[in-house]
């Protein structure tokens, strides 16, 4: 998909950083950075590059933009870390030994009175 | 306005964010890499600093590529939201936060820009070069900047134009040169860039 000679990936750090291939020649692209060190940590330079360009030319956002943003904030939960699911309800932030009965066994206990 | 990078640098957050939205670069200015970890514990003041900090880098890159105010000031929200949420997804090993949230930012205003028919950076009669697409949506800044002026025409058409959502394959077609020159030209106008700090 991306281009034909081999040596011309070399080429493509810049247009990676700034995300102006399509997802297909991103996949493609991202195989060649998994086997060259020299190309991964060039693309990740020009992304740092891109980024302080865009503090550089920053626009001031409309008034009132962040506000709305951070009252909608306050009511929005937030993604746990990679590779860490929620908690079932009951078990978010306590310890092992602070664990409410499993749900069959409150039921159980219930229906037995 | 400049951003200070300590990666991984993990000081204490004492500092309000008040002093990290002054971005003055004196002592005792909370980073934004510092800011984001705090976020991603739930810390809304440390987000209200993030805002402060990054709220119009975002509507820039937004808006260059979305073009219509109104939308650009919606998706640059909803980048917002996305730092809100995700920030226990953003590691200091790997990118600096501006660049991890500009990146946000920029994937996000090309799929809308890209689903909003007859809005896409390719529709219409079409501009005639780089600088014409730049103007028509508010790039003003990005004409300015010292660091860009610098570079030769051809490289700092290939920025210019990826700064508004261009694909390689779009910037080609405009420029009439084939994409590899594109991509020739973008990688050497960015690594001429890099030795500009603002």
Known sequence: VVTGRRHDLHLLTGVYAVDALTDAEVAEFEKHLARCASCAEEARGLRETAARLAMATAIAPPPGMCEQVLAAAARTRQLPPPGRKLLPFGMRQQGRWRLTLPRPVAVATVSLV | ?198
């Not at chain 2, 640098?9 to 002093?19: I, N």
């Not at chain 2, 739930?42 to 119009?56: S, T």
């Open chain 2, 1 to 198: 306005m400049t951003v200070e990078h300590k990666r991984g640098s993990r000081t204490a957050g004492t500092e309000s964010p008040a002093a990290a939205s002054r971005g003055d670069g004196r002592p005792g200015t909370v980073t934004l890499d510092d800011l984001l970890l705090r976020v991603a514990r739930g810390d809304v003041e440390a987000f209200a600093g993030v805002c402060d900090q990054i709220g119009g880098a975002v509507y820039g890159v937004v808006r260059r590529i979305v073009a219509d105010q109104s939308r650009a000031e919606q998706v640059a929200g909803e980048v917002l939201m996305e730092v809100w949420r995700s920030a226990a997804r953003f590691s200091p090993s790997a990118c600096s936060g501006l660049s991890w949230v500009t990146t946000m930012a920029r994937r996000r205003a090309m799929n809308r820009a890209e689903a909003a028919a007859g809005d896409g950076p390719a529709a219409g009669p079409g501009p005639s070069g780089a600088a014409e697409v730049v103007a028509e949506r508010g790039g003003s800044r990005l004409l300015a900047h010292r660091g860009l002026a610098s570079l030769p025409g051809p490289e700092r058409e290939a920025v210019l134009l990826t700064c508004c959502g261009y694909s390689w394959r779009q910037a080609a077609d405009l420029l009439g040169v084939p994409a590899s020159t594109v991509a020739e030209r973008l990688r050497d106008g960015l690594l001429g860039l890099g030795s500009y700090t603002d």
